[in-house]
């Protein structure tokens, strides 16, 4: 049993150790699965949702009751899938060769080193005292410089990219993540209007009639 779960997991680990082979792997000799990438994602939900009940008050003061995990994970998704569509929308301008599962594929595989060190910091959390909550966040800064050290490299790999041509590009990613959060906005703020001129409209009409 062991076994078979270490084999179905085996990519995800493989690429913390050796990420350009394992982007490579995954892309080119299509190791890679999206059900991987969103059972990787999952659990990245499951741990933060751990770290949030269970650090330590001393390290983390808040009360447990109002840290909503369901509103953490769903914040998340929103995060990925603009991350996600940005460079996707931004590569497909530039020639990368990654497709959007690949795209997908590269950020969710590259969440394991926070999956495990956000877990870490939780229990080792219980342990400290107030002088030594410096090791909980020295450990949590661990896994998010990995983490985005391993998007960066997967991003390398799966567009086939120079190390500065990716960098613009992560740059340019974030300008077009600004740009579709403000034409959402927008369309909402309009569609609020238009419902509420409709709304107006038919209130009219019923006390006319």
Known sequence: MIKKIFGFYKLPLYIITNPVDGFYSMKFENKGTVKLALFNFLLLCVATAFNTQF????????????????????????????????????????????????????????????????????????FLSQEE??????????????????????????????????????????????IIVFLITLLGTLLQQLLGFVGSVYTELIFRT
């Open 55 to 126: 650090t330590s008050i001393i390290v983390i003061p808040r009360h447990p009751l109002a840290m909503n995990s369901f509103y953490q994970s769903f914040v998340f998704l929103i995060a990925l899938l603009l991350f996600c569509i940005g460079n996707w929308s931004v590569t497909s301008l530039t020639n990368g060769e990654g497709r959007f599962k690949d795209i997908i594929m590269a950020v969710c595989y590259s969440f394991t080193p926070m999956i495990f060190t956000t877990v870490i910091a939780a229990i080792v959390s219980r």
């Open 133 to 178: 909550t410096g090791f909980y966040h020295m450990i949590m800064s661990v896994g998010l410089f990995y983490f985005v050290l391993l998007v960066f490299l997967g991003l390398l790999t799966v567009h086939n990219y120079t190390v500065v041509r990716a960098i613009i590009t992560v740059f340019a990613t974030f300008l077009a993540i600004l």
